[in-house]
C-alpha cells in the first residue's frame, strides 16, 4: 500500500482550505429568508457555535497538530479509539450527506447559466447533477491533497468570495440610487416570523417570532453553515509548522467566515423580498433583478458560472477532509482493512468509491421528492443532527484532556484555564445540543407535509448513522490491523 505523499500546506492555503470548507454562499438565502431577525440568527451561531469551535480546534490543532488524524484522535486522546473512531465516522457520514445538498445548489447556479431557472427545481436535472458531478470531483480528489490545496484556494477566492463581494457592491449600489430595502418594507403575506402586524399595516420584526420549536428550527441550519472549522485539522501535520500555523489559520479562516456570511445574507435581504427567496435559487434569483435592474442581463449567467464552480470547490475541499481522518482510523485497525487501501498519491480510494456509492444514493432523493427545496432541507436536517453530535464529543473531549492530560503541550490555549475550557467548550456543548433538538422539527418555513413523517426521517436516519460505527466497533477484529498496513506517521515537511 502507498503511503501518503508529503505536501506542504501553507497557512493561506489551510486557511482558505478551511473557510472554503464552511462558507458556501448557498447559505445566504437561507439566513436572508429571515430578514432583520438574521442577525439575532447569525450572531447566537457566531457566539454560540462558531468561536467556540474555532478556539477548541485551535488548541487541538496546537497540541496535535503534527500527530494527525483530526477529531478522531482528539477524542480518542480523551476517551479511547472507540469514541474517536465514533466521532470521525459522524464527521464524515454527516460529510457524505452534505453533498447533494450543495451540488443541488451548483445545480441551480448552472441552471441560469444555460437560461432555464425552472430546471432548479427539476428534481431529475438536479438529481443527475449531483451524481456526475461529485463523481467528476472525486477523480480531481485522486490527484492529493497538495493539488486538492491548490484548487480549493483559487476556486474559493474566485467562486466564493468574489460573488460575495459582487453582491455587497450591487446592494450598496442598490440602496444608494433610493431604491426600498427589502427587509424594511414586508407585506401581510410574508411569514409571521419576519413581520407584525400593526394598523393594518405590516412592519419588520428585529427579534424572530417563537411560537413553536418548527419556528426556529431554521436555526440548526444556519448553525451547520458555520460548521467545518475543524475539518481539515487532518491535514495540520502537512504544514512546516503547524503548532503555530494551525492555530493562526484557524484565526483567519474564522474572520472570512463571519464577514462573507453577514455582510452577504444583509445584502441578500436588501434586495430579495422574503416572498421571493427560495433555498435553492435565491442567490442566483437576487444577481438576476439586480443586473436586470441596471441592464446588464448578459452579467448574470457569468456570475452564476462562478457560484457553481465555487461550489464544486467546496466539494473538493471537503471530500479530501473527513475521508482521511477515517483512514487514519482503517490503518489503526478500527474499519475493515480494505479499506485502507490508497493510490500512487496516498490517497484513500476504497473510502472515496463507498463514499460515492453513498452519495449516488442519498441524490436519488431529488427524483422522489415533489419539492426539491423540501428534499434539499431534509437531507441538511439529517446532516446537521449526525454532525452535532460529532461537535459534543468534540467539546467534551476539550474539558477531558485539560485533567486527563494537563501537561500536554499546547500552542495555544483556550484562555481562562480550566474555568474558561469549561465556558467556552460549555457554551458550546450547550449550544450545540440545542441545535440538535430543534433539528427534528420541521421548519414553518417550509411546507415538508407531515411532521411525524419528517421527524421520522430524520430521526431514523441519525439513529442508523450513529448506531453504524458502534456496531462496527463490536464486530471489531484484530485481524484488521495486520503488519502488512502501515499506521499513518507524519512525515518530516520539505524545508
Request: aromatic share 12%; glycine share 10%; with cysteine.
Amino acid at each position: 500500500m502507498a503511503l501518503a505523499k508529503k505536501a506542504v500546506v501553507s497557512t493561506f492555503s489551510m486557511a482558505m482550505m478551511t473557510a472554503a470548507a464552511v462558507v458556501s454562499l448557498r447559505g445566504l438565502p437561507m439566513m436572508a429568508k429571515e430578514q432583520l431577525t438574521l442577525f439575532i440568527f447569525i450572531a447566537f451561531a457566531t457566539l454560540i457555535f462558531l468561536i467556540p469551535a474555532a478556539l477548541v480546534s485551535a488548541e487541538f490543532g496546537g497540541a496535535f497538530g503534527e500527530k494527525g488524524g483530526g477529531v478522531y484522535t482528539w477524542v480518542k486522546e480523551a476517551f479511547g479509539a472507540r469514541w474517536g473512531f465514533v466521532a470521525i465516522w459522524l464527521q464524515w457520514i454527516q460529510n457524505v450527506v452534505w453533498y447533494p445538498t450543495v451540488l443541488a445548489f451548483s445545480a441551480a447556479a448552472i441552471a441560469y447559466v444555460v437560461g432555464k431557472p425552472d430546471l432548479a427545481n427539476n428534481g431529475f436535472y438536479v438529481g443527475a447533477f449531483c451524481i456526475a458531478v461529485y463523481w467528476a470531483a472525486t477523480w480531481v480528489s485522486l490527484r492529493g491533497v497538495d493539488a486538492i490545496a491548490k484548487v480549493t484556494s483559487w476556486t474559493f477566492l474566485i467562486g466564493t468570495v468574489l460573488p460575495g463581494v459582487i453582491i455587497m457592491i450591487l446592494a450598496g449600489i442598490w440602496i444608494f440610487q433610493g431604491n426600498p430595502i427589502a427587509m424594511l418594507h414586508p407585506i401581510a403575506t410574508d411569514s409571521a416570523s419576519v413581520m407584525s402586524m400593526a394598523g393594518g399595516h405590516a412592519h419588520p420584526r428585529y427579534f424572530p417570532s417563537i411560537t413553536g420549536l418548527g419556528d426556529i428550527a431554521f436555526l440548526a441550519g444556519i448553525i451547520l453553515l458555520f460548521a467545518g472549522v475543524e475539518v481539515h485539522a487532518v491535514h495540520a501535520n502537512e504544514m512546516t509548522a503547524p503548532k503555530r500555523q494551525f492555530p493562526f489559520a484557524i484565526l483567519i479562516a474564522s474572520v472570512v467566515i463571519i464577514l462573507l456570511f453577514t455582510l452577504g445574507s444583509f445584502a441578500v435581504a436588501t434586495v430579495l423580498p422574503n416572498q421571493d427567496i427560495n433555498l435553492q435559487e435565491g442567490l442566483m434569483k437576487a444577481f438576476q433583478q439586480i443586473f436586470d435592474k441596471f441592464g446588464m442581463g448578459w452579467a448574470t449567467p457569468v456570475v452564476c458560472l462562478l457560484l457553481a464552480f465555487g461550489g464544486i470547490g467546496g466539494v473538493m475541499s471537503w471530500i479530501s477532509g473527513p475521508s482521511r481522518g477515517l483512514l487514519w482510523t482503517a490503518q489503526e485497525g478500527e474499519i475493515p482493512p480494505f479499506l485502507a487501501k490508497t493510490n500512487d498519491h496516498g490517497v484513500q480510494i476504497s473510502i472515496l468509491i463507498v463514499q460515492g456509492v453513498i452519495v449516488t444514493a442519498l441524490s436519488l432523493t431529488y427524483f422522489v421528492m415533489k419539492d426539491v427545496s423540501v428534499a434539499f432541507f431534509l437531507l441538511s436536517a439529517m446532516t446537521i443532527t449526525l454532525y452535532l453530535i460529532m461537535y459534543m464529543l468534540m467539546y467534551a473531549a476539550a474539558i477531558r484532556l485539560r485533567y486527563s492530560q494537563p501537561d500536554l503541550k499546547r500552542s495555544y490555549r483556550v484562555p481562562g484555564g480550566s474555568v474558561g475550557m469549561w465556558i467556552i467548550a460549555g457554551v458550546g456543548f450547550a449550544g450545540v445540543l440545542f441545535a440538535f433538538v430543534v433539528g427534528f422539527f420541521p421548519p414553518s418555513q417550509l411546507p415538508v407535509g407531515s411532521p411525524a413523517l419528517y421527524f421520522g426521517l430524520v430521526a431514523g436516519g441519525t439513529v442508523l448513522f450513529t448506531a453504524i460505527p458502534l456496531l462496527i466497533t463490536v464486530l471489531k477484529r484484530a485481524s484488521w490491523r495486520p503488519a502488512a498496513i502501515p499506521v499513518l506517521v507524519p512525515v518530516a515537511p520539505v524545508a
